[in-house]
Nanobody, 125 residues
């Protein structure tokens, strides 16, 4: 049974930092590219960053480039997102999932909904 459990969110002041974690189980985590997504009410869920299966390459959307760092520990089946210099516009629910390409090319992931509960990040003074 696939499970993705996000944690580490909270309330932080602008300019602050948070580290999110995602514990994965029930699938071959170490063989899949993974990603962090975020969603605000009324808007679609968008990818923020993604990382290759071996952790050797990562990609970021422009608004977070230089401030966020995605990493993974395949021994622990855990995905991380280090967020620095947080801004109010980073406020959202953050989710981990397979990367966008895997979502649509891998039959298991294309035909299923394995989203976790996410973790709320609020950036406010």
């Amino acid at each position: 049974q696939v499970q993705l459990v996000e944690s580490g969110g909270g309330l932080v002041q602008p300019g602050g930092s948070l580290t999110l974690s995602c514990s994965a189980s029930g699938f071959g985590f170490s063989g899949l590219g993974m990603a962090w997504y975020r969603q605000v009410p009324g808007k679609q869920r968008d990818v923020v960053a993604h990382i290759t299966a071996d952790g050797g390459h990562s990609t970021y959307v422009v608004p977070v480039r230089g401030r966020f760092n995605i990493s993974r520990d395949n021994e622990k089946n855990t995905l991380y997102l280090q967020m620095n210099s947080l801004k109010p516009e980073d406020t959202a629910i953050y989710y981990c999932y397979v990367d966008p390409v895997t979502r649509w090319t891998n039959q298991q992931w294309r035909e299923s909904n394995f989203w976790g509960q996410g973790t709320q990040v609020t950036v406010s003074s």
